[in-house]
């Protein structure tokens, strides 16, 4: 269940989106879920990696090595806001296209995935904002709907 704190994080995101120049509902929900698909993607990777350091048995990795600098704990708060709109916008969305599944309905949504948000600033407030977020506890994606 959602709780004060909890709603008072989102709120300011939506916000941050409204007057950031995205006023469109639909595209705020799109571009939240979009940038927590890519901390979500980050967080199974890094438990993946945890488990296989201690199994010795390897995985499907999300990112290869190349791509170490798509994960969203690498971004994150690490280069110029100008860097990341670039990075996020030319690198990290489409990748989502790879790791996508295709048949599945989340592959089909995600194969057009495209950042919409147009200024680094907007960008950096809502990654730091959605790092914040529990997303690995309870159902907080859920409540966030």
Same mark, same amino acid.
């Given at each position: ?7 008072? =994080?989102?709120?300011?995101? $939506?916000?941050?989106? $409204? ?18 698909? !890519? ?12 488990? %296989? ?18 994960? $969203? ?7 110029? %806001? ?17 790791? !996508? ?11 057009? %995935? =495209? ?10 407030? !809502? ?19």
């Amino acid at each position: 269940m959602i709780n004060g704190e909890l709603h008072h =994080q989102i709120d300011k995101l $939506w916000t941050e989106f $409204w007057t950031g120049g995205i006023t469109n509902p639909l595209m705020v929900i799109e571009q939240i879920s979009f940038l927590m698909f !890519a901390r979500v993607l980050d967080i199974r990777e890094t438990r993946e990696e945890y488990k %296989a350091g201690k199994t010795k048995r390897p995985f499907r990795r999300i990112f290869s090595d190349e791509e170490q600098d798509l994960r $969203w704990s690498q971004f994150k708060n690490v280069i110029p %806001a100008d860097e990341m709109l670039k990075l996020v916008r030319d690198r990290v969305f489409p990748h989502f296209k790879n790791v !996508a599944v295709d048949g599945t309905q989340f592959g089909e949504y995600m194969k057009e %995935a =495209q950042l919409m948000i147009q200024k680094p600033s907007l960008l950096v407030s !809502a990654v730091n904002m959605i790092d914040k977020l529990p997303l690995t506890e309870g159902d907080t994606k859920g409540d966030l709907y």
